[in-house]
């Protein structure tokens, strides 16, 4: 053991303290706490993390963690990353911030599946623009969701759903999937409820500002025979 400050060559391992340490190639080794920056340059460098012990489902096969001081002037966890094996091959990514009193907290879960899944530890906070599935944001908008399918966003308690159709039926559509009215506010006021009947009833006066002036001969349509409102016959 002692102090070397150079390249280290030869094939024997050694323990030793490096002010410098440079290598070319593949180096392995079983521990590294250094003190200062480690640096790897070169053309698609990589960094292995090999776990050696058996394969178990849900088990940690890798950890990094990034430290630093904290308000007690002791060493915490600032940032985490965790490697986890699954079932079937597939692998989870588990990604963990300090919890503000020298503990951890899960910020983000990456689940390895057929189809893989995220799922954020608290809220999401999206500073531009969101597209989901890769659609085309004709209109500008701030959010964009794209299915071939059935292309939606649905909104629950698990008892109530509200629900957003790019085509339902053909036709794009909005409102409550459940058995159960769905209702517009204005205002933070009712304005309007549909019930699950279809009967819809109006809080406040229906007001139609170019109602027909002659029988329109459409069963059921409402026209205005000088100041007297109408239904047609048809």
């Given at each position: ?15 030793g303290s490096f002010s410098t340490l ?53 060493n915490e966890n600032l940032v985490g ?62 959010v964009v969701i794209k299915d071939d ?86």
């Open positions: 053991a002692g102090t070397f400050d150079g390249i280290v060559g030869g094939t024997t391992p050694a323990d440079s290598a070319s190639g593949t180096s392995t080794m079983a521990a590294i706490d250094a003190t200062g920056n480690i640096t790897t340059t070169g053309t698609a460098p990589l960094l292995i993390l090999t776990d050696t012990s058996a394969y178990s489902a849900g088990a940690t096969t890798s950890q990094m963690f990034f430290q630093g001081l904290g308000s007690t002037s002791v990353f965790t490697a986890q094996a699954t079932a079937s091959r597939y692998s989870n990514l588990v990604i963990e911030t300090s919890n503000g009193s020298g503990g951890a907290q899960t910020a983000l879960t990456l689940t390895g599946a057929a189809t893989p899944l995220a799922t954020f530890g608290g809220d999401l906070a999206v500073t531009g623009d969101a597209n989901f599935g890769a659609a085309t944001n004709t209109y500008s908008t701030d399918g059935n292309a939606g966003l649905s909104i629950t308690d698990n008892t109530r759903y509200l629900q957003f159709w790019a085509n339902h039926g053909g036709h794009p559509a909005l409102g409550s999937r459940s058995n159960h009215s769905f209702k517009i506010i204005t205002n933070d006021t009712l304005a309007v409820t549909i019930d699950t009947s279809q009967d819809v009833t109006f809080a406040g006066d229906l007001i139609v500002s170019s109602m027909a002036t002659s029988d329109p001969s459409v069963a059921g349509a409402l026209w205005n025979d000088s100041g007297t409102v109408k239904i047609s016959a048809g």
